[in-house]
């Protein structure tokens, strides 16, 4: 007699198609806990963007659901996440009400499973509308928000478990370690990448000058000072040749601090002919859905936004990410890269431009980071971390490829300001034979690789960054750097060299090539 398959173990089988080994493990390891560990236990889940968080407690939440007789609540902090978990817990069988500010709550002794963002519920819980009584499993998605906390005492009797890609609390002021009494670490960036799960990052940093910056309340960089750094000519040019080197015909997502200096960027590439749009808060959800539909659409899309699309945007044609803003922020660094990580058949690759030097402060993405001591010990970890003075001494300007090969003649274009500077102090030399020198090397290079004064002074204009990173380590050292003493010592100093050019072309030829220079 043939066993009738009843729609459970059909749905049940499904469900285990779709998890992955590291996702059952993970499920296992979770409720391993919740089985040992007191009632009113918190634990905290950590996953990289992309290792499939939502999938892991939506088959939590089934589970649940199957063995006990409690309710389960799922939070998350926008509108959009809400809905895509909602969505997805659909997917694995589990009926959920959405408790929306709109929401009418009549129903809800139907339900087992509620979905709400935090704002909402709390407003919610204060109005009683709410039924929480029998609430025995709070799940808090992206939970390095402390939005969340002042929640927590509505369910002193529930198992919470917080997942996040970055067990580090967005307020520094909160250690995630003060709400959750444990962390279970997941697979690594690198485990899942090796594992084909993800694609691999292939970073570009620019050096940048971010001493301007000021860090406000919160930790990170104000978005005013953000913005007058971001919006100036240079760092709009030097986004520009970032993406025709390394991301022209890509599908471009780029991240900035502020609406003013995205609508910058916006202007800069449409100008240069660049399909491009631009997204931020302001815009409308019917404005949002063309604009990301468009985005989907178009190979070559370039999209630049408002750091609203680093958490519930999910597009795997994502090609190359561009940090055009500094962060402080470890959870921003991640997510803002983790946009580019979905895999595709063809896609196992994506390109980073990293603008902010946000590479030499959180290191590589993917690295090897140390969550359970990250967890343990927050503010260790960020008090170890450069200062923007110190990243750039540390930094040596590098000419980008193309540009080098136009001075193949040189074997070094490289100069050292601060080494020329403490010589020149050491011989009770005035700090003004620095630029000098300075000046003499870039002649130097730009006579090596021409033929006549007319090709030399057209390679002098195109040293303009390494002109300004000599500038900027210059006043670094005799410390004087006003933004006007600045301006005035590039203008300054390309003149000089241009200068310099023009009187010394035919005997510094001679001097490098032997010969007389063509006239």
């Known amino acids: 007699m043939s066993k009738t398959i009843t729609s459970l173990e059909l749905e049940d089988r499904q469900v285990g198609k779709n998890l992955y080994s590291y996702q059952k493990g993970a499920i296992d390891k979770i409720f391993k806990c919740f089985e040992e560990a007191p009632e009113d236990y918190h634990l905290l889940y950590q996953l990289p963007t992309g290792g499939g968080k939502t999938v892991i407690f939506s088959e939590i939440v089934r589970q649940y659901l199957k063995h006990h007789k409690k309710k389960v609540l799922v939070m998350t902090h926008r509108i959009e996440l809400c809905r895509q978990t909602s969505s997805m817990l659909e997917e694995f069988g589990v009926d959920n009400k959405v408790v929306s500010s709109k929401a009418n709550l009549d129903d809800q002794s139907q339900y087992s499973c509620f979905v709400a963002m935090v704002e909402t519920l709390n407003n919610r819980l204060q109005e009683d509308k709410l039924d929480i009584s029998d609430i025995g499993l709070v799940i808090i998605d992206e939970a390095h928000y402390n939005s969340f906390t002042k929640l927590f005492k509505y369910f002193e009797k529930s198992f919470i478990l917080g997942v996040t890609a970055t067990p580090l609390s967005s307020n520094i002021k909160l250690p995630m370690k003060d709400n959750y009494n444990e962390l279970i670490v997941g697979e690594t960036i690198e485990s899942l990448i ?52 390394r991301s022209k015909g890509k599908k471009t997502l780029i991240f900035n601090n502020g609406i003013n200096t995205s609508l910058h960027v916006y202007d800069t590439f449409r100008s240069a002919g660049y399909p491009v749009a631009h997204l931020d808060n302001t815009n409308t959800k019917k404005e949002r859905r063309k604009i990301l539909k468009w985005f989907r659409d178009t190979p070559d899309a370039i999209l630049t936004s408002v750091s609203i699309l680093t958490t519930g945007f999910d597009e795997p044609t994502v090609d190359s990410i561009i940090l055009n803003r500094a962060t402080k922020s470890l959870t921003l660094y991640y997510q803002m890269i983790g946009r580019g990580s979905r895999i595709l058949h063809n896609k196992n690759t994506f390109t980073v431009i990293d603008l902010g030097n946000n590479l030499h402060r959180f290191g590589p993405w993917g690295a090897d980071l140390d969550w ?71 002649a130097k290079i730009c006579i090596e690789n021409s033929e006549d004064l007319y090709d030399a002074l057209d390679l002098a204009k195109k040293l303009g960054d390494d002109i300004d990173y000599r500038i900027h380590r210059y006043t670094k050292c005799i410390s004087k750097s006003t933004f006007n003493f600045v301006e005035w010592l590039k203008n300054d100093y390309r003149m000089k060299l241009r200068a310099y050019l023009r009187s010394n072309f035919d005997e510094v030829f001679e001097e490098i090539h032997g010969r007389p220079a063509e006239t």
């Open 194 to 245: 090796n594992n084909e799960f993800l694609s691999q990052a292939e970073i570009f940093s620019y050096n940048v000058g971010l001493t301007s910056l000021v860090v406000g309340a919160n930790g990170d960089y104000t978005v005013k000072s953000s913005e007058d750094l971001y919006t100036n000519n240079d760092m709009l040019t030097k986004l520009m040749q970032a993406y025709e080197e």
């Open 372 to 442: 359970q001591r990250i967890f343990k010990s927050p503010n260790f970890y960020l008090d170890n971390i450069l200062s923007d003075e110190d990243l750039e001494d540390t930094f040596r300007y590098e000419m980008p490829d193309e540009l080098r090969a136009e001075f193949s003649n040189s074997d070094v274009v490289y100069f050292n300001i601060k080494e020329t500077y403490i010589d020149a102090v050491r011989s009770g030399e005035s700090s003004k034979v620095v630029l000098e020198r300075s000046i003499e090397h870039h």
